[in-house]
């Protein structure tokens, strides 16, 4: 029975996969939950049905236990399997290793009168204000796995990939006396600049900076918007300054947004203390 049901789970897996290319539901139909998180792509197995063998990089294969939270960092090798099939996460051709997996499946139902089948799959790990986001991309037909430099599908990840992270660089400091400090700030510090850098080639959009308090112990405060600054749609380099208030910024958390066309880029929390 217990292999029956394994049967019966691989096949409608195999048959999920139309086009042929492995999507985040062809991917949930085996495993209980598929997220991102900074850095890294982290699977739930499910509570019931087959276990997996899972071999990372050329570690010994173990076995998973049911409900089993796996983090497959980026970078890293990993392969899930059973006696019919495998699935392989490894990490994409450079410059994009660092940026998402290549996800190959292979299905083997000749012992049941069927054919073998390969297919694939790409996931990119972005990151967002939130922290991640998981982002499936669809393959055309002619996908070479092999991902040569110049291959229309690299182009297409690489233009993916400089479109979510819009910024070169960003750094939040306060400006003290002595010079410049990092978070957190004392409620004395003079100003609070937020330096960013746009990446060559975007588009020109100009960008909003939100200062934002988001606990400084009074409920009408909670989540306020204390300041805002924009850039000229020509700029890709600035640097926004928050300057103190005659009595010194209220203790307590607050972050920095950056925003394009209401969309969040970038946010970063900080701590104003006593």
Avoid at 71 to 88: A, P, Q, Y
Avoid at 194 to 219: C, F, S, Y
């Amino acid at each position: 029975m217990k292999w029956f049901c394994v049967f019966l789970l691989l096949v409608s897996i195999s048959l999920a996969v139309e086009p042929p290319y492995l999507t985040r539901e062809s991917l949930e139909k085996m495993f209980q939950s598929v997220r991102a998180e900074p850095g890294q792509l982290v699977i739930q197995i499910k509570n019931i049905g087959p276990r997996f063998s899972r071999r990372r990089g050329e570690d010994e294969a173990t076995v998973n236990n049911y409900g089993e939270t796996i983090r497959i960092k980026l970078g890293e090798r990993v392969r899930f399997g059973t006696h019919h099939m495998s699935l392989e996460f490894r990490p994409l051709p450079a410059p994009l290793d660092k940026n998402g997996f290549l996800i190959q499946s292979h299905f083997d139902a000749r012992s049941f009168g069927g054919e073998q089948t390969t297919s694939y799959g790409i996931v990119l790990v972005l990151k967002s204000a939130q922290g991640a986001d998981l982002r499936f991309v669809e393959l055309p037909n002619n996908f070479d796995p092999t991902l040569p430099p110049g291959d229309p599908t690299v182009t297409q990840l690489l233009k993916i990939v400089s479109e979510s992270e819009p910024l070169a660089r960003h750094e939040l400091v306060g400006r003290i006396p002595s010079g410049e400090i990092s978070p957190p700030f004392p409620r004395t510090v003079e100003e609070l600049h937020l330096r960013w850098e746009k990446k060559a080639g975007l588009a020109a959009e100009p960008l909003e900076v939100r200062w934002i308090a988001v606990d400084i112990g009074r409920a009408d405060m909670q989540n306020h918007v204390i300041a805002t600054s924009h850039s000229a749609s020509v700029q890709a380099i600035d640097d926004f300054v928050l300057k103190r208030p005659t009595a010194g910024f209220p203790p307590g958390k607050y972050k920095v947004e950056i925003r394009e066309n209401e969309k969040t880029l970038f946010s970063q929390p900080f701590e104003i203390s006593p």
